[in-house]
């Protein structure tokens, strides 16, 4: 079957850090290009972060450039998101998602986490 | 970036009814657009893709046209589980934008 586990959220201050990873399983992990999206509470979906199968293309969103990192260990099936300098907007589900197999670094994304709850509060 | 505006933001049908939601870009995009259904409490799921192109799985009452800058998700026969929260995507550009969300509600 295939599945992706998302972990690692909580509740952190503000300016502080977080490790979100994400398990894969089911399908060739190192094939597929991997995205993180956010949702906060009640609103919409924002896609925060990229990073292809071969680690070639990483994107950020404006929104969290130069505060989170993205990467990922193709050998354990494992997608990371590092969060720092974390503000009370940075409240929200984060998902991680596959994109679809298209040779580019766009696309949808046809698998996605059941996501985990990230809240920066004091 | 490219932006997606969907309208309406809500829409109140019944069961059996048929609804169109539309999404349109601030750019041309080809067709390079995403649908996705989003029930509460769960992560969202793909439904059409690129466009027009129903994934696997997808009841066929559900249907999408459209290129350029404007497109449609249409149901044709609402059933009790269709009732949810519809997103567009697009992929033409960096950042892939979302839709600010159509919430399809009982009536």
């Known amino acids: 079957e295939v599945q992706l586990v998302e972990s690692g959220g909580g509740l952190v201050q503000p300016g502080g850090s977080l490790r979100l990873d994400c398990a894969a399983s089911?399908?060739?992990?190192?094939?597929?290009?991997m995205t993180w999206v956010r949702q906060a509470p009640g609103k919409g979906l924002e896609c925060i972060s990229y990073i292809s199968g071969g680690h070639s293309s990483i994107y950020y969103a404006d929104s969290v450039r130069g505060r989170f990192t993205i990467s990922r260990d193709n050998a354990r099936n494992s997608l990371f998101l590092q969060m720092s300098s974390l503000t009370v907007e940075d409240t929200a589900i984060y998902y991680c998602?596959?994109?679809?197999?298209?040779?580019?670094?766009?696309?949808?994304?046809?698998?996605w986490g059941l996501g985990t709850m990230v809240t920066v509060s004091s | 970036a490219t932006q997606l505006t969907q309208s309406p933001s809500s829409l109140s049908a019944s069961v059996g009814d048929g609804v169109t939601i539309t999404c349109r870009a601030s750019?041309?995009?080809?067709?390079?657009l995403a649908w996705y259904q989003q029930k509460p409490g769960k992560a969202p799921k793909l439904l059409i893709y690129p466009a027009s192109s129903l994934q696997r799985g997808v009841p066929s009452r559900f249907s999408g046209s459209g290129s350029g800058t404007d497109f449609t998700l249409t149901i044709s026969s609402l059933q009790p589980e269709d009732f949810a929260t519809y997103y567009c995507q697009q992929f033409n550009d960096y950042p892939q934008t979302f839709g600010q969300g159509t919430k399809l509600e009982i009536k």
């Open positions: 998602a596959r994109k679809v197999s298209t040779g580019t670094p766009l696309g949808a994304f046809d698998v």
């Open positions: 750019q041309g995009i080809s067709s390079a």
């Open positions: 089911g399908f060739p992990f190192s094939s597929y290009g």
